[in-house]
Protein backbone atom coordinates (compact mmCIF):
# COMPACT_ATOMS: atom_id res chain seq x y z
CA UNK A 1 0.00 0.00 0.00
CA UNK A 2 1.19 2.97 -0.78
CA UNK A 3 2.72 5.86 1.51
CA UNK A 4 1.19 8.39 -0.20
CA UNK A 5 -2.60 7.11 0.35
CA UNK A 6 -4.73 9.51 1.26
CA UNK A 7 -7.54 9.46 3.43
CA UNK A 8 -9.95 12.62 3.55
CA UNK A 9 -8.89 15.93 4.49
CA UNK A 10 -5.59 14.78 5.69
CA UNK A 11 -1.87 14.81 5.14
CA UNK A 12 0.05 11.02 3.19
CA UNK A 13 -0.77 8.39 5.42
CA UNK A 14 0.95 5.19 6.73
CA UNK A 15 -0.13 1.59 5.99
CA UNK A 16 -2.35 1.35 8.89
CA UNK A 17 -4.17 4.43 8.51
CA UNK A 18 -4.74 3.54 4.94
CA UNK A 19 -6.12 0.59 5.85
CA UNK A 20 -8.67 2.44 8.05
CA UNK A 21 -9.13 5.16 5.64
CA UNK A 22 -10.36 1.91 2.97
CA UNK A 23 -12.82 0.75 5.64
CA UNK A 24 -14.49 4.73 5.60
CA UNK A 25 -12.67 6.27 8.43
CA UNK A 26 -9.60 8.42 8.86
CA UNK A 27 -6.82 8.43 11.21
CA UNK A 28 -7.84 10.91 14.17
CA UNK A 29 -6.97 9.00 17.83
CA UNK A 30 -2.79 8.48 17.87
CA UNK A 31 -1.65 5.70 16.67
CA UNK A 32 0.85 4.92 19.82
CA UNK A 33 0.40 1.34 20.73
CA UNK A 34 2.89 -1.63 20.40
CA UNK A 35 1.60 -4.74 20.44
CA UNK A 36 1.94 -5.55 23.46
CA UNK A 37 0.67 -2.72 24.97
CA UNK A 38 -2.71 -3.83 22.79
CA UNK A 39 -2.38 -7.78 24.35
CA UNK A 40 -1.88 -5.50 27.76
CA UNK A 41 -4.95 -4.01 27.51
CA UNK A 42 -7.22 -6.93 27.13
CA UNK A 43 -5.00 -8.96 29.32
CA UNK A 44 -5.87 -6.52 32.27
CA UNK A 45 -9.33 -6.97 31.34
CA UNK A 46 -9.92 -10.20 31.80
CA UNK A 47 -7.35 -9.63 34.43
CA UNK A 48 -7.06 -13.22 36.61
CA UNK A 49 -6.12 -11.62 39.94
CA UNK A 50 -9.63 -9.84 39.63
CA UNK A 51 -11.41 -12.24 37.80
CA UNK A 52 -10.19 -15.35 39.67
CA UNK A 53 -10.55 -14.07 43.03
CA UNK A 54 -13.95 -12.23 43.30
CA UNK A 55 -15.59 -15.01 41.22
CA UNK A 56 -13.78 -17.85 43.11
CA UNK A 57 -16.97 -18.50 45.58
CA UNK A 58 -18.93 -19.07 42.65
CA UNK A 59 -17.45 -22.50 41.42
CA UNK A 60 -16.23 -23.00 45.53
CA UNK A 61 -20.15 -22.94 46.01
CA UNK A 62 -21.18 -25.33 42.94
CA UNK A 63 -19.24 -27.78 42.67
CA UNK A 64 -15.96 -27.00 45.01
CA UNK A 65 -12.61 -27.78 44.01
CA UNK A 66 -13.24 -29.81 40.86
CA UNK A 67 -15.06 -27.62 39.27
CA UNK A 68 -12.54 -24.97 39.99
CA UNK A 69 -9.68 -27.03 38.81
CA UNK A 70 -11.29 -28.65 35.70
CA UNK A 71 -13.75 -26.10 34.87
CA UNK A 72 -11.12 -23.38 34.45
CA UNK A 73 -8.87 -24.73 31.70
CA UNK A 74 -12.32 -26.58 30.22
CA UNK A 75 -14.28 -23.36 29.73
CA UNK A 76 -10.54 -21.72 28.44
CA UNK A 77 -10.39 -23.87 25.57
CA UNK A 78 -13.77 -23.30 24.16
CA UNK A 79 -13.03 -19.21 25.01
CA UNK A 80 -9.91 -19.99 22.77
CA UNK A 81 -12.12 -20.88 20.25
CA UNK A 82 -14.21 -17.67 20.40
CA UNK A 83 -11.18 -15.84 20.47
CA UNK A 84 -9.37 -17.13 17.78
CA UNK A 85 -12.91 -16.46 15.65
CA UNK A 86 -12.73 -12.80 16.78
CA UNK A 87 -9.65 -12.43 15.77
CA UNK A 88 -9.70 -13.36 12.26
CA UNK A 89 -12.65 -11.06 11.92
CA UNK A 90 -10.73 -8.38 13.39
CA UNK A 91 -7.70 -8.57 11.14
CA UNK A 92 -9.45 -7.81 8.18
CA UNK A 93 -11.45 -5.46 10.32
CA UNK A 94 -9.15 -3.62 12.61
CA UNK A 95 -11.48 -0.66 13.51
CA UNK A 96 -12.10 1.15 16.75
CA UNK A 97 -15.52 -0.15 16.11
CA UNK A 98 -15.03 -3.79 16.13
CA UNK A 99 -17.76 -6.14 16.75
CA UNK A 100 -20.74 -3.95 15.48
CA UNK A 101 -18.53 -2.60 12.30
CA UNK A 102 -18.06 -6.56 11.48
CA UNK A 103 -21.64 -7.38 11.75
CA UNK A 104 -22.69 -4.38 9.50
CA UNK A 105 -20.02 -5.62 7.01
CA UNK A 106 -20.48 -9.51 7.36
CA UNK A 107 -24.34 -9.25 6.88
CA UNK A 108 -25.88 -10.07 3.68
CA UNK A 109 -29.19 -8.12 4.36
CA UNK A 110 -30.39 -5.00 7.31
CA UNK A 111 -26.39 -4.79 7.63
CA UNK A 112 -27.43 -1.70 9.75
CA UNK A 113 -29.62 -3.65 11.64
CA UNK A 114 -27.12 -6.20 12.73
CA UNK A 115 -24.45 -3.35 13.41
CA UNK A 116 -27.05 -1.40 15.29
CA UNK A 117 -28.56 -4.06 17.89
CA UNK A 118 -24.50 -5.65 18.18
CA UNK A 119 -23.36 -2.18 18.78
CA UNK A 120 -25.93 -1.45 21.31
CA UNK A 121 -25.12 -5.09 23.53
CA UNK A 122 -21.83 -4.46 22.73
CA UNK A 123 -21.65 -0.68 23.90
CA UNK A 124 -24.10 -1.57 27.02
CA UNK A 125 -21.92 -4.36 28.37
CA UNK A 126 -18.76 -2.61 28.38
CA UNK A 127 -20.12 0.45 30.33
CA UNK A 128 -21.50 -2.70 32.79
CA UNK A 129 -18.58 -4.15 32.84
CA UNK A 130 -16.34 -1.42 33.46
CA UNK A 131 -18.93 -0.83 36.75
CA UNK A 132 -18.90 -4.04 37.81
CA UNK A 133 -15.21 -3.99 37.69
CA UNK A 134 -14.40 -0.76 39.38
CA UNK A 135 -17.42 -1.47 41.98
CA UNK A 136 -15.33 -5.04 42.71
CA UNK A 137 -12.38 -3.45 42.84
CA UNK A 138 -13.86 -0.74 45.57
CA UNK A 139 -15.45 -3.81 47.08
CA UNK A 140 -11.76 -5.83 47.69
CA UNK A 141 -10.16 -2.49 48.72
CA UNK A 142 -12.84 -1.75 51.51
CA UNK A 143 -11.99 -5.58 52.73
CA UNK A 144 -8.42 -4.81 52.60
CA UNK A 145 -8.92 -1.68 54.58
CA UNK A 146 -10.98 -3.27 57.06
CA UNK A 147 -8.36 -6.25 57.65
CA UNK A 148 -5.24 -3.70 57.87
CA UNK A 149 -6.58 -0.43 59.33
CA UNK A 150 -9.95 -1.60 60.77
CA UNK A 151 -12.12 0.42 58.49
CA UNK A 152 -15.62 -0.82 58.64
CA UNK A 153 -17.25 -1.14 54.93
CA UNK A 154 -20.89 0.37 54.25
CA UNK A 155 -22.33 0.42 51.10
CA UNK A 156 -22.16 4.43 51.18
CA UNK A 157 -18.14 3.98 51.73
CA UNK A 158 -17.78 1.80 49.13
CA UNK A 159 -19.96 3.41 46.76
CA UNK A 160 -17.68 6.81 47.34
CA UNK A 161 -14.73 4.77 46.95
CA UNK A 162 -15.76 3.72 43.49
CA UNK A 163 -16.93 6.89 42.37
CA UNK A 164 -12.86 8.10 43.24
CA UNK A 165 -11.68 4.94 41.46
CA UNK A 166 -13.29 5.74 37.91
CA UNK A 167 -12.95 9.24 38.05
CA UNK A 168 -9.05 8.56 38.37
CA UNK A 169 -9.30 5.84 35.56
CA UNK A 170 -11.40 8.72 33.34
CA UNK A 171 -8.55 10.89 34.35
CA UNK A 172 -5.84 8.20 33.55
CA UNK A 173 -7.26 7.75 30.15
CA UNK A 174 -7.95 11.53 29.71
CA UNK A 175 -4.08 12.12 29.84
CA UNK A 176 -3.15 10.62 26.61
CA UNK A 177 -2.71 7.19 24.86
CA UNK A 178 0.85 7.10 25.90
CA UNK A 179 0.26 6.73 29.39
CA UNK A 180 -2.35 4.47 28.81
CA UNK A 181 -0.14 2.12 26.90
CA UNK A 182 2.50 2.62 29.77
CA UNK A 183 0.21 1.62 32.35
CA UNK A 184 -0.99 -1.25 30.08
CA UNK A 185 2.54 -2.87 29.96
CA UNK A 186 2.75 -1.91 33.71
CA UNK A 187 -0.45 -4.09 34.46
CA UNK A 188 0.19 -7.12 32.37
CA UNK A 189 3.58 -7.59 34.34
CA UNK A 190 1.70 -6.58 37.67
CA UNK A 191 -0.34 -9.42 36.77
CA UNK A 192 2.29 -11.82 35.85
CA UNK A 193 4.73 -10.94 38.49
CA UNK A 194 1.64 -11.41 41.11
CA UNK A 195 0.01 -14.37 40.06
CA UNK A 196 4.36 -15.79 40.87
CA UNK A 197 4.74 -13.80 44.01
CA UNK A 198 0.55 -15.30 44.96
CA UNK A 199 1.52 -18.89 43.87
CA UNK A 200 5.21 -18.88 45.33
CA UNK A 201 3.67 -17.56 49.21
CA UNK A 202 0.71 -20.58 48.82
CA UNK A 203 3.55 -23.19 48.04
CA UNK A 204 6.51 -22.45 49.96
CA UNK A 205 4.84 -20.69 53.67
CA UNK A 206 2.03 -23.66 54.33
CA UNK A 207 2.91 -25.80 56.74
CA UNK A 208 0.13 -28.65 54.83
CA UNK A 209 -1.30 -28.80 51.22
CA UNK A 210 -4.48 -30.85 49.57
CA UNK A 211 -3.14 -33.91 47.91
CA UNK A 212 -3.85 -33.18 44.00
CA UNK A 213 -6.19 -35.97 43.53
CA UNK A 214 -8.16 -33.74 46.26
CA UNK A 215 -7.76 -30.86 44.18
CA UNK A 216 -9.26 -31.98 41.34
CA UNK A 217 -11.81 -34.51 42.56
CA UNK A 218 -13.49 -33.06 45.66
CA UNK A 219 -16.85 -31.88 45.16
CA UNK A 220 -19.02 -29.35 47.17
CA UNK A 221 -22.13 -28.29 46.45
CA UNK A 222 -24.06 -25.45 48.32
CA UNK A 223 -26.60 -24.76 46.01
CA UNK A 224 -29.58 -26.42 46.96
CA UNK A 225 -29.75 -28.05 43.52
CA UNK A 226 -29.54 -32.09 43.58
CA UNK A 227 -28.62 -32.82 40.49
CA UNK A 228 -24.66 -32.98 40.26
CA UNK A 229 -24.21 -32.29 36.05
CA UNK A 230 -26.25 -29.01 36.72
CA UNK A 231 -24.71 -28.28 39.75
CA UNK A 232 -21.31 -28.64 37.82
CA UNK A 233 -22.36 -26.46 34.76
CA UNK A 234 -23.16 -23.48 37.55
CA UNK A 235 -19.68 -23.89 38.62
CA UNK A 236 -17.97 -23.03 35.31
CA UNK A 237 -19.50 -19.54 35.34
CA UNK A 238 -16.83 -18.53 37.44
CA UNK A 239 -14.61 -18.97 34.46
CA UNK A 240 -17.01 -17.56 31.98
CA UNK A 241 -17.56 -14.52 33.94
CA UNK A 242 -13.49 -13.99 34.28
CA UNK A 243 -13.17 -14.68 30.30
CA UNK A 244 -14.41 -11.42 29.23
CA UNK A 245 -13.32 -8.05 27.61
CA UNK A 246 -10.38 -9.51 25.11
CA UNK A 247 -12.85 -7.43 22.64
CA UNK A 248 -10.99 -4.31 24.37
CA UNK A 249 -7.80 -5.48 21.93
CA UNK A 250 -10.50 -4.67 18.31
CA UNK A 251 -11.27 -1.47 20.23
CA UNK A 252 -7.59 -0.18 20.54
CA UNK A 253 -6.99 -1.18 17.16
CA UNK A 254 -6.77 2.69 15.35
CA UNK A 255 -4.25 3.30 18.04
CA UNK A 256 -2.32 0.64 17.57
CA UNK A 257 0.99 -0.04 15.16
CA UNK A 258 0.80 -3.04 12.68
CA UNK A 259 -3.16 -3.34 13.57
CA UNK A 260 -4.35 -6.15 11.56
CA UNK A 261 -1.70 -8.39 12.68
CA UNK A 262 -1.33 -6.73 16.53
CA UNK A 263 -4.85 -6.31 17.88
CA UNK A 264 -5.80 -10.13 16.28
CA UNK A 265 -2.71 -11.20 18.43
CA UNK A 266 -3.35 -9.23 21.64
CA UNK A 267 -7.47 -11.19 21.41
CA UNK A 268 -5.99 -14.48 20.96
CA UNK A 269 -2.98 -14.15 23.91
CA UNK A 270 -4.56 -12.55 26.46
CA UNK A 271 -6.96 -15.09 26.88
CA UNK A 272 -4.26 -18.07 26.13
CA UNK A 273 -1.91 -16.86 28.89
CA UNK A 274 -4.66 -16.05 31.16
CA UNK A 275 -6.05 -19.72 30.75
CA UNK A 276 -2.09 -20.75 31.90
CA UNK A 277 -1.90 -17.96 34.64
CA UNK A 278 -5.38 -17.96 36.11
CA UNK A 279 -5.04 -22.22 36.11
CA UNK A 280 -1.81 -22.20 38.31
CA UNK A 281 -3.30 -19.52 40.30
CA UNK A 282 -6.78 -21.03 40.83
CA UNK A 283 -4.83 -24.83 41.62
CA UNK A 284 -2.60 -23.15 43.76
CA UNK A 285 -5.06 -21.40 45.77
CA UNK A 286 -7.43 -24.49 46.32
CA UNK A 287 -4.66 -26.84 46.86
CA UNK A 288 -3.93 -24.05 50.16
CA UNK A 289 -7.63 -25.11 51.52
CA UNK A 290 -6.42 -26.02 55.42
CA UNK A 291 -9.79 -28.12 55.93
CA UNK A 292 -11.09 -29.81 53.74
CA UNK A 293 -14.58 -31.02 54.65
CA UNK A 294 -17.87 -29.77 53.78
CA UNK A 295 -17.53 -27.60 57.22
CA UNK A 296 -14.73 -26.10 55.96
CA UNK A 297 -15.91 -25.11 52.42
CA UNK A 298 -18.84 -23.59 54.09
CA UNK A 299 -16.90 -21.80 56.61
CA UNK A 300 -14.64 -20.26 53.18
CA UNK A 301 -18.19 -19.36 51.59
CA UNK A 302 -19.07 -16.91 54.97
CA UNK A 303 -15.84 -15.82 56.03
CA UNK A 304 -15.89 -11.99 57.36
CA UNK A 305 -13.35 -11.11 54.40
CA UNK A 306 -16.27 -11.75 51.80
CA UNK A 307 -13.97 -13.06 49.84
CA UNK A 308 -12.98 -16.98 50.12
CA UNK A 309 -9.28 -16.90 48.33
CA UNK A 310 -8.30 -13.93 51.19
CA UNK A 311 -9.76 -16.22 54.22
CA UNK A 312 -7.73 -18.94 51.95
CA UNK A 313 -4.73 -16.50 52.50
CA UNK A 314 -5.23 -16.13 55.99
CA UNK A 315 -5.05 -19.56 57.35
CA UNK A 316 -2.74 -21.22 55.25
CA UNK A 317 -0.28 -18.37 55.63
CA UNK A 318 -0.32 -17.65 59.09
CA UNK A 319 1.37 -14.73 58.90
CA UNK A 320 -1.55 -11.83 58.55
CA UNK A 321 1.14 -9.40 57.15
CA UNK A 322 1.93 -11.09 54.08
CA UNK A 323 -2.00 -12.44 53.27
CA UNK A 324 -2.45 -8.66 53.76
CA UNK A 325 0.00 -8.08 50.69
CA UNK A 326 -1.16 -10.65 48.50
CA UNK A 327 -4.64 -9.26 49.21
CA UNK A 328 -3.04 -5.66 48.12
CA UNK A 329 -1.44 -7.17 44.98
CA UNK A 330 -5.06 -7.87 44.32
CA UNK A 331 -6.34 -4.76 44.72
CA UNK A 332 -3.32 -3.61 42.32
CA UNK A 333 -4.65 -5.71 39.93
CA UNK A 334 -8.17 -4.84 40.25
CA UNK A 335 -7.02 -0.79 39.73
CA UNK A 336 -5.44 -1.42 36.16
CA UNK A 337 -8.22 -3.93 35.39
CA UNK A 338 -10.75 -0.90 35.77
CA UNK A 339 -8.02 1.80 34.04
CA UNK A 340 -8.32 -0.61 30.67
CA UNK A 341 -12.04 -1.22 30.96
CA UNK A 342 -12.41 2.42 30.65
CA UNK A 343 -9.86 2.32 27.70
CA UNK A 344 -11.55 -0.40 25.54
CA UNK A 345 -15.55 0.80 26.35
CA UNK A 346 -14.57 4.83 25.64
CA UNK A 347 -13.06 3.73 22.26
CA UNK A 348 -15.83 1.59 21.86
CA UNK A 349 -18.13 4.37 22.60
CA UNK A 350 -16.02 7.13 20.40
CA UNK A 351 -16.15 4.33 16.98
CA UNK A 352 -20.35 3.92 17.58
CA UNK A 353 -20.29 7.83 18.16
CA UNK A 354 -18.62 8.82 14.78
CA UNK A 355 -21.63 6.50 13.08
CA UNK A 356 -24.20 8.55 14.67
CA UNK A 357 -25.22 5.75 17.40
CA UNK A 358 -25.22 7.19 20.18
CA UNK A 359 -27.73 10.38 21.47
CA UNK A 360 -25.72 13.16 21.43
CA UNK A 361 -23.10 11.58 18.96
CA UNK A 362 -21.60 14.67 17.26
CA UNK A 363 -20.59 15.50 20.99
CA UNK A 364 -19.09 11.97 21.81
CA UNK A 365 -17.50 11.36 18.78
CA UNK A 366 -15.03 14.33 19.32
CA UNK A 367 -11.03 13.66 19.59
CA UNK A 368 -8.79 16.24 21.95
CA UNK A 369 -6.39 17.71 19.38
CA UNK A 370 -3.76 17.58 21.73
CA UNK A 371 -4.13 14.14 23.53
CA UNK A 372 -5.43 12.44 20.51
CA UNK A 373 -8.15 10.60 23.21
CA UNK A 374 -12.04 10.93 22.65
CA UNK A 375 -11.72 12.54 25.91
CA UNK A 376 -15.43 13.15 25.62
CA UNK A 377 -16.45 9.47 25.62
CA UNK A 378 -14.31 8.55 27.91
CA UNK A 379 -16.01 10.56 30.72
CA UNK A 380 -19.53 9.71 28.74
CA UNK A 381 -18.47 5.84 30.26
CA UNK A 382 -17.43 7.24 33.42
CA UNK A 383 -20.87 8.90 34.51
CA UNK A 384 -23.51 5.84 32.45
CA UNK A 385 -20.96 3.34 34.50
CA UNK A 386 -21.40 5.55 38.06
CA UNK A 387 -25.62 5.79 37.04
CA UNK A 388 -25.56 2.15 36.41
CA UNK A 389 -23.82 1.35 40.24
CA UNK A 390 -26.19 3.96 41.83
CA UNK A 391 -28.72 1.05 43.12
CA UNK A 392 -25.72 -0.71 44.86
CA UNK A 393 -26.23 2.30 47.52
CA UNK A 394 -29.78 1.15 48.46
CA UNK A 395 -29.84 -2.57 47.48
CA UNK A 396 -27.50 -4.92 46.32
CA UNK A 397 -29.72 -7.45 44.20
CA UNK A 398 -30.80 -4.57 42.38
CA UNK A 399 -26.90 -3.56 41.74
CA UNK A 400 -26.95 -7.42 40.48
CA UNK A 401 -29.83 -7.26 38.44
CA UNK A 402 -28.44 -3.92 36.71
CA UNK A 403 -25.10 -5.18 36.00
CA UNK A 404 -26.20 -8.76 34.95
CA UNK A 405 -26.46 -7.56 31.15
CA UNK A 406 -22.34 -7.14 31.18
CA UNK A 407 -21.53 -10.58 30.16
CA UNK A 408 -24.16 -12.06 28.76
CA UNK A 409 -24.69 -8.66 26.57
CA UNK A 410 -20.73 -8.96 25.36
CA UNK A 411 -20.93 -12.83 24.62
CA UNK A 412 -24.38 -11.79 22.27
CA UNK A 413 -22.11 -8.91 20.90
CA UNK A 414 -19.15 -11.53 20.24
CA UNK A 415 -20.48 -14.11 18.77
CA UNK A 416 -22.77 -12.33 16.41
CA UNK A 417 -20.22 -11.18 14.07
CA UNK A 418 -18.72 -14.90 14.23
CA UNK A 419 -22.09 -16.43 13.28
CA UNK A 420 -22.35 -13.97 10.45
CA UNK A 421 -18.34 -14.70 9.15
CA UNK A 422 -19.24 -18.30 8.55
CA UNK A 423 -22.68 -17.05 6.67
CA UNK A 424 -20.58 -15.30 4.34
CA UNK A 425 -18.72 -17.45 1.80
CA UNK A 426 -17.38 -14.62 0.15
CA UNK A 427 -15.18 -13.76 2.91
CA UNK A 428 -12.12 -12.88 2.50
CA UNK A 429 -9.27 -13.32 5.29
CA UNK A 430 -7.32 -10.70 6.33
CA UNK A 431 -3.15 -10.81 6.95
CA UNK A 432 -3.70 -13.35 10.31
CA UNK A 433 -6.39 -15.84 9.50
CA UNK A 434 -7.09 -19.40 10.70
CA UNK A 435 -6.66 -21.29 7.16
CA UNK A 436 -8.57 -24.40 7.19
CA UNK A 437 -9.64 -24.57 10.95
CA UNK A 438 -11.58 -21.38 10.24
CA UNK A 439 -15.11 -23.17 10.08
CA UNK A 440 -14.44 -25.65 12.31
CA UNK A 441 -13.40 -23.05 15.50
CA UNK A 442 -15.88 -20.71 14.54
CA UNK A 443 -18.79 -22.69 14.78
CA UNK A 444 -17.47 -24.30 17.97
CA UNK A 445 -17.34 -20.49 19.00
CA UNK A 446 -20.77 -20.27 18.06
CA UNK A 447 -22.23 -23.35 19.49
CA UNK A 448 -20.19 -22.51 22.80
CA UNK A 449 -21.75 -19.32 23.42
CA UNK A 450 -25.36 -20.16 22.31
CA UNK A 451 -24.58 -22.71 25.65
CA UNK A 452 -23.32 -20.70 28.02
CA UNK A 453 -25.94 -17.75 27.48
CA UNK A 454 -28.51 -20.91 28.38
CA UNK A 455 -26.14 -21.45 31.18
CA UNK A 456 -26.06 -17.45 32.25
CA UNK A 457 -29.99 -17.24 32.42
CA UNK A 458 -30.74 -20.78 34.26
CA UNK A 459 -31.24 -20.19 38.33
CA UNK A 460 -27.92 -20.90 39.95
CA UNK A 461 -29.01 -21.55 44.33
CA UNK A 462 -32.29 -23.28 45.25
CA UNK A 463 -34.66 -22.09 46.45
CA UNK A 464 -35.13 -18.83 44.01
CA UNK A 465 -36.12 -15.68 45.71
CA UNK A 466 -35.81 -12.23 45.31
CA UNK A 467 -32.52 -11.93 46.30
CA UNK A 468 -31.56 -15.43 44.49
CA UNK A 469 -33.32 -14.66 41.35
CA UNK A 470 -31.25 -14.62 38.30
CA UNK A 471 -32.28 -11.03 36.62
CA UNK A 472 -29.76 -11.46 33.57
CA UNK A 473 -32.53 -12.42 30.96
CA UNK A 474 -34.63 -9.17 32.27
CA UNK A 475 -31.73 -7.06 31.80
CA UNK A 476 -31.04 -8.39 28.52
CA UNK A 477 -34.21 -8.02 27.02
CA UNK A 478 -34.30 -4.16 28.75
CA UNK A 479 -31.00 -3.43 26.24
CA UNK A 480 -33.01 -5.53 23.29
CA UNK A 481 -36.24 -3.40 23.93
CA UNK A 482 -34.12 -0.34 24.29
CA UNK A 483 -32.24 -0.88 20.62
CA UNK A 484 -35.12 -1.34 19.22
CA UNK A 485 -37.01 1.82 20.11
CA UNK A 486 -33.74 3.63 19.43
CA UNK A 487 -33.74 2.27 16.49
CA UNK A 488 -37.03 3.46 15.16
CA UNK A 489 -36.69 7.02 17.16
CA UNK A 490 -33.46 8.20 14.96
CA UNK A 491 -31.39 5.14 14.58
CA UNK A 492 -32.91 3.86 11.10
CA UNK A 493 -32.43 7.83 9.65
CA UNK A 494 -28.92 8.48 11.12
CA UNK A 495 -26.98 5.90 11.89
CA UNK A 496 -24.47 5.17 9.18
CA UNK A 497 -26.93 6.64 6.83
CA UNK A 498 -24.57 8.80 4.80
CA UNK A 499 -23.65 8.04 1.27
CA UNK A 500 -20.15 7.11 2.21
CA UNK A 501 -21.03 5.48 5.62
CA UNK A 502 -23.42 3.66 3.57
CA UNK A 503 -21.48 2.28 0.88
CA UNK A 504 -18.34 1.22 3.31
CA UNK A 505 -20.82 -1.31 4.94
CA UNK A 506 -21.12 -2.87 1.27
CA UNK A 507 -17.99 -1.86 -0.93
CA UNK A 508 -14.86 -3.85 -0.64
CA UNK A 509 -11.56 -2.29 0.47
CA UNK A 510 -10.41 -2.42 -2.70
CA UNK A 511 -13.01 -0.56 -4.45
CA UNK A 512 -12.25 2.44 -1.46
CA UNK A 513 -9.05 2.88 -2.58
CA UNK A 514 -9.65 3.26 -6.01
CA UNK A 515 -11.84 5.98 -5.74
Known amino acids: ?19 LAALGYKQELHRGMSGFSNFAVSFSIISILAGC ?26 VLMVALAMAEVCSKYPTAGGLYFWAGRLAKRNKRQWAWSVGWFNFLGEVAVTAAIDFGAATTMMAFANLVWGVEPTKASTFGLFVVLIVIHGLLNTFGVNIVSLLSNVSAWWHIVGVLIIVGALWIMPT ?3 DVGWTFTHWYNGTGWSFGPYVFLMGLLMAQYTYTGYDASAHVAEETKNASIAAPKGIVMSVVISIIGGWILLFSITAAIQDGS ?44 GMASVTANSRM ?70 FLRRLDKGFVAGPWHLGKWS ?3 G ?73
Open 294 to 337: DKGIAGLLSSGTGLPPAQIFLDALNNPVMAKFLLFIVCGAQFFC
Open 349 to 418: SYAFSRDNAIPGSRLWAKVNARTGTPTNSIWLCVVLSIILTTPALFNNTAYLAVTSVAVIGLYIAYVTPV
Open 1 to 19: MSDTTKAPDSHPIDDDAAA
Open 53 to 78: ITSYAIALNSGGPSAITIGWPVVGVF
Open 439 to 441: AVV
Open 443 to 515: WIAVVWVIFIIILFVLPPVNPITIDTFNYAPIAVAVVAVLAIVLWYAYGKRDFMASTAEAEHLTMSPDKLLEE
Open 208 to 210: QHQ
